[in-house]
T-cell receptor
């Protein structure tokens, strides 16, 4: 149990286009979802935290108008990278936390590798 | 979240036990100790967590010092598939949106 999926697993796009990444909790309801970014040889950096039905909370230095997060349901969150540029190329990883008594464990998706040409 | 300190890397031999240390001298009473690992090109995977008592599960054991200022993740028999970056993270679970903040972790290499 506790599986988190991401789609797509990789994407290549041209500079200036927008890319949407989906994150789904397959066998549990996620009251809170998190989006991380990881550059090569570096650790994960938290970008934002979102609760279902409310606006996401972004970490300092993360542009909310560039990285649009929608937590539309208890099993789905999306991250849209708007007007992507080469410097946005990275490994994007989502994470979900179940509600109702399993608050202290977070489950991670397999990641989405974004390459912007 | 309080900070943790881990060695940069460690090597082990296949089928031998591995002890991965973590220091967290500024841990607070409501901080849980979490361990995650990340295999190359994958998302992190939950390993184990604990508060005060030692914990065991099918993947590993977590030994927590009596003063809670350090802990050790124990892999009882390392396999090649255990080669990964292991992250020791403190998380205060009293906050509604308490989050996992990743440090650099320790890179474990396993020799056949």
């Amino acid at each position: 149990g506790a599986v988190v999926s991401q789609h797509p697993s990789w994407v290549i796009c041209k500079s200036g286009t927008s890319v949407k990444i989906e994150c789904r909790s397959l066998d549990f309801q996620a009251t809170t979802m998190f989006w991380y970014r990881q550059f090569p040889k570096q650790s994960l950096m938290l970008m934002a935290t979102s609760n279902e039905g409310s606006k996401a909370t972004y970490e300092q230095g993360v542009e909310k108008d560039k990285f649009l997060i929608n937590h539309a349901s208890l099993t789905l969150s999306t991250l849209t990278v708007t007007s992507a540029h080469p410097e946005d190329s990275s490994f994007y990883i989502c994470s979900a936390r179940p509600g109702m008594g399993r608050q202290d464990t977070q489950y991670f998706g397999p990641g989405t590798r974004l390459t912007v040409l | 979240d309080a900070k943790t300190t881990q060695p940069n890397s460690m090597e082990s031999n296949e089928e031998e036990p591995v002890h991965l240390p973590c220091n967290h001298s500024t841990i607070s009473g409501t901080d849980y100790i979490h361990w995650y690992r990340q295999l190359p090109s994958q998302g992190p995977e939950y390993v184990i967590h604990g508060l005060t008592s030692n914990v065991n599960n099918r993947m590993a054991s977590l030994a927590i010092a009596e003063d809670r200022k350090s802990s050790t993740l124990i892999l009882h028999r390392a396999t090649l598939r255990d080669a990964a970056v292991y992250y020791c993270i403190l998380r205060d679970v009293t906050g509604a949106n308490s989050k996992l903040t990743f440090g650099k972790g320790i890179t474990l290499s396993v020799r056949p």
